[in-house]
């Protein structure tokens, strides 16, 4: 498949920005993983006093709107205060890139959300948040599903209307994804993707995640 | 795009057209524009030259003329092939056996019939690629209607003992298809001697026109026509011939097995160089037959592995640098799913993610081999000196300070 990517994209790709690892670093997370051919290691220096982002640096495994997505994002997040960037929409990287291919909008989740979980580690660090109580709520888990990208589409499951049902019952979570029949091909990366976003936000919940086409079949 | 400075290592996926074939056609679209179906003169003269083209092809694979089938391009020939098989024999039986390594268009095609009641099975491969025949003699039963099983990989390489695999067939009564598209016009192949019922190749992988292809069906094998309407390709396929294409497929075959030879052996001497100089880079594995195997590879063909990086990025860095490439890489699909080729040889995903694929031509020159190997040197190592993904054992890889390092280039 020919992907287009805009110059802006290529041009963090090609030249990133903010690449490698910061040495004094109080702040770190690596989020993705190799089998999903996607992952991102950042480091940071929050200042403790003014919890101001002074410096970042990162590495990529991944592909081209990877790295780039990963390069804008240092340059978003740097000087800036950790609080502002807690509350920044996952889609920011794509859209200071001029845009990305729908297949790659999930790039753009991965390098904002790898941030924000750094930035949490350090909130714990120095005790400004206590480790929150894994109580899953269906608020919650709409949160999580915000964060799963429809490849197609470039929007996520939850807006784009994908997800027709969500119950949780005791220590199970039922997920039901509807897709359009000639999007089955879909299925089994949506399906990963539910599966590790919710195991990375560590809940020990039983996650059946059933996925129909709108023909009304199993897939 | 400047084409004289592209360097084009993609032609498993299409060629650059002969211009001796595309000039050859254009007397088919200005002056021989009959359709072979029409009473006049133009119609019969485009019916004998169909018929010529039919006879020549046919003649390159041991085939009668009136075994072969136009059609759009291997896509279709194996739709119709899978399709038409299962549409005839389903009273026979439900059950299909596929490799583990097919093309998408049989193995989509039939894993969709599993929605029509179907059975389909995938058969074993070893680390090489090669076709398990135990596993497929264990995998047969009595409702076994199809065997299908790519002639030469589109990804890998790996060329099966056809033979062997259609005498299998054979004995157990069983339809045997074979996707030749790769294997085409770069093998000499015989359907009667190799026990071949079904076989699909097409046209533009071998400088002919995109957009043609054929199925070969043995006499007596039938199949439930998919395209209804009028006469064309025996009743199987209507719709008016693609003439000019036909006949340029006709012509690029003739050259392909004219220079067969004399192609294979620079194809060789070049893909060996591609392939020596890209194993010289650490953390690297050569993908399907090699070794004491490599007789038994595509002659154009070169797949690696690069650990530690993926295989997208390395795409888009070559093509920056002007070289085309293709990668097994999830990041470089629609699905976001890695090559099934890839992990179906046991590759772990992240080793299928950093996979590229190099596919050669005839008009390959030894300057190009050359400069693709520095030029995929030079990128593994900016990717690597970046990647999160490098174990602590090869921290050597890693660049302390990547910015310098980029800012260098």
């Known amino acids: 498949m ?17 690449l490698g690892t910061l040495e004094n670093h109080n702040a770190e997370a690596t989020e993705g993983s190799p089998a999903c051919g996607d992952m991102v290691n950042y480091t940071l220096q929050i200042n403790p006093e003014t919890l101001i982002i002074e410096d970042i640096r990162f590495r990529s495994y991944g592909c081209a709107s990877n790295i780039a997505t990963a390069s804008i994002a240092t340059d978003i997040v740097k000087g800036r205060h950790i609080d502002e960037v807690k509350k920044m929409g996952t889609s920011e990287a794509a859209s200071k890139l001029g845009g990305l291919p729908p297949v790659k909008m999930h790039c ?22 206590v480790d929150e109580q894994r109580v899953l709520t269906e608020k919650a888990l709409k949160n999580i599903l915000k964060d799963i990208i429809h490849p197609k589409h470039g929007i996520n499951i939850i807006d784009n209307n994908n997800v027709t049902r969500i119950k949780i019952e005791g220590q199970n979570v039922y997920i039901v994804i509807e897709l359009e029949p000639d999007e089955e091909m879909f299925a089994p990366n949506i399906r990963e993707e539910i599966q590790e976003h919710l195991e990375a936000m560590k809940c020990s919940h039983e996650i059946m995640v059933k996925i129909e086409s709108k023909t009304g079949q199993f897939i | 795009m400047n084409d004289e400075k592209i360097i084009y290592f993609d032609n498993g996926d299409t060629t650059r057209i002969d211009d001796e074939v595309l000039d050859y056609m254009l007397q088919f679209y200005r002056t021989s524009y ?60 439900d ?66 003992n056809i033979r062997e695999i259609g005498a299998v067939c054979r004995e157990n009564n069983i339809v045997f298809h074979t996707d030749a598209a790769q294997a085409y016009g770069k093998m000499r192949i015989d359907v009667k001697d190799e026990n071949i019922d079904l076989m699909t190749f097409n046209a533009h992988k071998n400088h002919g026109p995109k957009g043609v292809g054929a199925l070969y069906v043995r006499k007596g094998i039938k199949l439930k026509k998919m395209i209804d309407g009028g006469s064309h390709e025996f009743g199987m396929r209507s719709g008016s011939e693609n003439i000019p294409a036909i006949m340029g497929f006709a012509l690029a075959s003739e050259i392909a097995y004219r220079d067969l030879e004399i192609n294979n052996s620079h194809l060789i001497k070049m893909r060996d160089r591609l392939a020596d100089g890209l194993l010289q880079i650490d953390h690297v594995t050569y993908n399907g037959a090699h070794g004491e195997n490599i007789d038994k590879r595509l002659p154009h063909n070169v797949d690696i592995t690069f650990q530690y990086i993926e295989g997208e990025a390395i795409l888009m860095h070559l093509s920056l640098r002007n070289i085309c490439v293709s990668s097994g890489s999830a990041c470089s699909s629609k699905t976001l799913e890695p090559s099934h080729v890839l992990t179906a040889i046991g590759l772990k995903h992240e080793q299928a993610h950093g996979s590229i694929r190099f596919t050669l031509s005839k008009f390959t020159t030894e300057e190009e081999v050359d400069s693709v190997i520095q030029n995929v040197k030079e990128v593994v190592e900016i990717l690597r000196s970046m990647s999160s993904f490098i174990p602590e054992e090869h921290s050597e890889l890693i660049n302390k300070d990547a910015k310098t390092f980029y800012k260098k280039k």
């Open chain 2, 34 to 93: 009959g359709n072979p179906v029409s009473l006049h003169s133009l119609g019969i003269e485009a019916d004998e030259n169909i018929a010529s083209a039919r006879e020549t092809i046919a003649g390159f694979i041991n085939a009668d003329a009136n075994e072969l089938i136009f059609t759009s391009g291997a896509t279709e020939s194996n739709n119709m092939a899978i399709n038409g098989i299962a549409g005839f024999y389903k009273e026979k039986g």
């Open chain 2, 95 to 160: 059950h299909i056996l596929i490799s583990s390594i097919e093309h998408s268009s049989v193995k989509a095609v039939a894993h969709r019939l599993e929605n029509e009641g179907f059975e389909v099975e995938e058969v074993k491969v070893d680390k090489q690629g090669f076709l398990d025949i135990e596993d497929l003699r264990s995998k047969i039963r009595t409702k076994t209607i199809l065997v299908s099983v790519i002639y030469g990989n589109f990804e890998i390489g790996t060329v099966q």
């Open chain 1, 108 to 129: 753009s989740v991965l390098a904002i959300n790898g941030i924000k979980a750094a930035i949490r580690e350090f909130e714990k660090k120095i005790g400004r948040i």
């Open chain 1, 2 to 18: 020919a992907l287009k990517y805009t110059k802006e994209t290529i041009e963090h790709f090609t030249k990133p920005h903010n």
